[in-house]
């Protein structure tokens, strides 16, 4: 998705497109303002800018800065939803779900767009429709995991999403530390410490099936 839109954009400045695909431009531009920005600091003007349209174009798709921020916003709850359940659902190995839950943070977080900033470093989250959209990323996140862990652990559904809310918790906290660090080791190393981590902790302490173990 996000290889997508900024292809659109760098091949429509200047051009007549499309309206998903000059949505999509301007969406990549919004992008790039909101994440070194942050929401209160960035300007419609600069986005308009930056994607090489007037300003009334940009209004004609968007309404103003807030359903820009949500659209950009939604976006990427959407994305990061689906790479948790993705990471739940490919394999019935725990010890491996375990490590792609928390591959699907690290791959989140390094993203090049840092959709991240919106989802976990937003400085709009006093407005409800930001902070329902977070949540909402947080809730489907842990869902998706509280499902295998209640499956699988022999755990009822209270304890199972506490240790759910725990795993996405370290993951997400951990990636960020790492990219905040510099990346400081590389990727796939900061993956597995994090996942053994974890394993150790649930797999362990639980009666969670792992054929290798």
Known sequence: MAETIEHNAQAGKGARLPRTA???????AAQDVFAANGYHAAAMDEIAERAGVSK???YQHFP???ELYMALLDTHVDELVRRVTDAMDATTDNKQRVRAAVAAYFDFVDGETQAFRLVFESDLRGEPAVQDAVERATEASVRAITATITADAGLDDARARLLAVGLAGVSQVAARGWLADQR?????????LISTLIWRGIG???PLHHPHD
């Open 56 to 58: 009334p174009v940009l």
């Open 64 to 66: 103003g800065k807030l």
């Open 204 to 206: 362990g302490g639980f």
């Open 184 to 192: 400081p080791i590389p990727k796939d190393e900061a993956v597995a």
């Open 22 to 28: 000059r949505r999509a431009q301007l969406l990549a």
